[in-house]
């Protein structure tokens, strides 16, 4: 059973998550230039971004009320079970119809992102890990501004060496890597490891603690319930890879670059990882150390799906910073 505080964590994560959105749809026009916003496609943009936040909303009604059912041992009514599963279902595929009505302002993108996975946190959130997605997303978001600043006031935004043609028959300048890219790639692995071992969701796995899923699932079944338990561990790696993504462009290097790099970083630590293997000891020994190199060795792979998943969430943004234009 949840104790109140952990209730409380819960709720105010959703509640940080429904005011930065609320504050984003009141002060889009400020935030975003005249270039990305047109006036019907924009305006339709706003209303699916209001039904979002009324999902954001909803799931904590939602969630206060399926805990109150559960700790007074009632059972969960069919109506309230039909909602938490219709909410969870609807703000994972609403964002999709912001294709009928793009913008292409890369920070309407992450908005929609990010309201596109807060009630999932909160619906199957079981203490803090709704302000662990407040906190990393924000992280996140920080992080890019800080890096791509860092880019304009160093030399290196003036390099390029490499160009490749665009749709359009312009030319696309691309500057080598650097140095310096050396330290995103490892920011970049930090945030995963962030990701999967901070205050958010491996806790909830390993101990199976079922008092989330039993929200949307009332009775004992494993599978599914480890198949929830598992989508909330993936949604933030889906917004590290778009972060990710949009960092990659704005940082003007190839397409992928930084992705490859941080591969080569994890080449490093395998290898690493491959000469510490044990095979003389106890089988605790042997068996951590094999474990932690095939570990390391999936992270190359990991961050392959992370660049596939980047390049479909990104898709079509377009910046204007300063009169700048990359697609």
């Known amino acids: 059973m949840q104790r109140p505080v952990l209730i409380v964590c819960s709720l105010l994560g959703g509640a940080l998550m429904f005011t930065v959105g609320f504050l984003y749809l009141l002060f889009e026009k400020k ?150 890219d050396t330290r995103v790639a490892l920011f970049f692995i930090f945030f995963i ?27 004992f079944d494993p599978f599914s319930q480890g198949a929830l338990l598992m989508l909330k561990l993936m949604l933030p790696f889906a917004f590290l890879s778009a972060v990710f993504g949009l960092l990659n462009r704005r940082l003007g290097v190839a397409p992928s670059a930084l992705f490859m790099l941080v591969m080569a970083v994890s080449d490093v630590l395998t290898l690493g990882f491959f000469y510490m293997v044990r095979d003389e000891g106890s089988w605790l020994d042997i068996g951590t150390s094999i474990s932690h190199f095939v570990i390391a060795s999936l992270l190359g792979v990991f961050v392959a799906g992370l660049e596939v998943g980047s390049e479909w969430a990104i898709r079509g943004v377009v910046f204007h910073d300063g009169g700048e234009k990359r697609a």
């Open 31 to 180: 935030i975003l230039t005249k270039e990305s916003i047109g006036t019907k496609s924009n305006e339709k943009s706003r209303l699916l971004l209001g039904a979002q936040l009324g999902l954001v909303l909803l799931s904590m009604i939602v969630t206060k009320s399926s805990i109150g059912y559960i700790q007074a041992r009632q059972g969960l009514p069919l109506g309230v079970l039909a909602v938490g599963w219709t909410t969870l279902v609807s703000s994972l595929f609403v964002p999709q119809l912001h294709g009928l009505y793009p913008n292409s302002h890369y920070v309407h993108r992450l908005m929609v992102l990010f309201l596109q996975f807060a009630p999932t946190f909160v619906i199957l959130s079981i203490s803090y890990e709704g302000l662990f997605y407040f906190a990393f997303c924000c992280c996140l978001f920080s992080w890019m501004r800080l890096e791509h600043q860092i880019y304009l006031d160093s030399s290196i935004s003036a390099q390029a060496t490499a160009t490749v043609g665009s749709a359009t028959g312009e030319k696309r300048q691309y500057r080598p890597l650097s140095l310096a």
């Open 193 to 219: 490891q962030s990701a999967f071992f901070s205050a958010s969701n491996i806790a909830s796995v390993s101990s199976f603690s079922l008092d989330a899923v039993y929200r949307l699932i009332p009775i």
